[in-house]
Nanobody, 113 residues
Framework: VQLQASGGGLVQAGGSLRLSCTASRSIFSFFVIAWYRQAPGKQRELVASIASGRNINYADSVKGRFIISIDNAKNAVNLQLDSLKPEDTAVYYC????????WGQGTQVTVSS
C-alpha cells in the first residue's frame, strides 16, 4: 500500500509549510507512519514518526520546529514545518517505519535564504 506525500513548495527561511501523507486504506491500519527527507547528494533520513498509539519521535535537527500529527477526518498524517531553514531543503516522503519497499513520489520542499 503506497503512502503519498503532498504539500511541498518554495518558501523563504523562517516560513512554514504543511505536508500531508495520505493512504489508500485507513491510516490507523499502519502501526507507525514516518516522514523522511532526502537532500541532494545526501542519504535519506528519518524526520519524524507517529505510532497508532500516538507515540511521537523527531530527529534532533527538527525538534521544536516540526510537528507530526494525525488528521482523522482526512485519513492523513500531517507534518507542520515551521521556522524553516535552507538546510531543510529536500524531497520529503512518507512511509511506514520500518519502511515498505515502495516509496511514493515525494514532495519537494525548497527553502530560500
Amino acid at each position: 500500500v503506497q503512502l503519498q506525500a503532498s504539500g511541498g513548495g518554495l518558501v523563504q527561511a523562517g516560513g512554514s509549510l504543511r505536508l500531508s501523507c495520505t493512504a489508500s486504506r485507513s491510516i490507523f491500519s499502519f502501526f507507525v507512519i514516518a516522514w523522511y527527507r532526502q537532500a541532494p547528494g545526501k542519504q535519506r533520513e528519518l524526520v519524524a514518526s507517529i505510532a497508532s498509539g500516538r507515540n511521537i519521535n523527531y530527529a534532533d535537527s527538527v525538534k521544536g520546529r516540526f510537528i507530526i500529527s494525525i488528521d482523522n477526518a482526512k485519513n492523513a498524517v500531517n507534518l507542520q514545518l515551521d521556522s524553516l531553514k535552507p538546510e531543510d531543503t529536500a524531497v520529503y516522503y512518507c512511509n511506514t517505519l520500518p519502511t515498505q519497499p515502495s516509496w511514493g513520489q515525494g514532495t519537494q520542499v525548497t527553502v530560500s535564504s
